[in-house]
């Protein structure tokens, strides 16, 4: 077969499938737009669904960080130990800490005083 | 409706007719043929609505002609079935005999249709389904060898085999009515 001839009665077959699409019933017609339009809605249903898990997921993360911030907030490693605060506080004063070291000598003198 | 989908229906709009013609001449039926469309039509929105627009063509066309594929593969496991069955009486009940001539159309559809159309239908339905496919993909939808090896999921070689093989045997089936 030549080139010439393939290419004829390729040309004679795409003419007449495309005279078999145009020659469609109208009933087979309005099953496809009725496929169509279902394709469609499918799309529409599938775009809604990927926001709404958008929304669900968003709600979610901000749950979880929130819960982690107030769960990091109250944690006990974050509460300072009130005995460790006193003797920063104790220690920040080189006065008072020689007034506890010689706690006992002042504690005598009073009594003395007192006595004499 | 969003744009993204008025540009979805549009497309499919424009290439659902070929697609059912494509089907219906794999399968010989109206509605298998409107099965595999409707598949194949939910498939694309489905997974692929938020896809390039010159990415659905391709796509589209892959996605039928793996369901045509799927399709074949099925009619034929039932079919063998259903010769194994039939096959203790296969004098009174020929398979061959009793299966459902798919191409059979009532009078008034053969006087409706073009003639030309009906013998083309069953030249390329009697063809094997990848030299079908070959040469519809080729010939009809205009692939290239490259573009019709990826619908088909086969090497270029293998296309251009069974397009050739496809234009020569509907050459010599064809021959005599359309010259």
Redesign the interface.
Known sequence: ?TKD??NE??E???Q??D???D??DAN??S??RQ??A???E???A??SKHWQGVVVGGLATTCVMVLAVMMLINSPASIDPVPGNDLELISSSSDDLELFEDLEFYEWLEQNDLQS | MLQSHRDLDAFLASVEKRAFRMAEIATGNKDDALDILQDAMFKLAEKYADRSIEEWGPLFTTILQSRIRDWYRRNLLRNKFRAWFSSKDEEENDPVQQAEDRMTRTPEQLLQSDRRIDELDMAIHALPLRQQQAFLLRTWEGYSVKDAANIMKCSAGSVKTHYSRAVHTLRDKLDDHWE
Do not use: F, P, Y
């Open positions: 077969m001839n393939e009665l390729n004679s077959i795409r007449s499938l005279e078999s699409v020659a469609l087979t017609l099953k496809i496929i169509r279902q394709a469609i499918k799309a529409d599938r775009k």
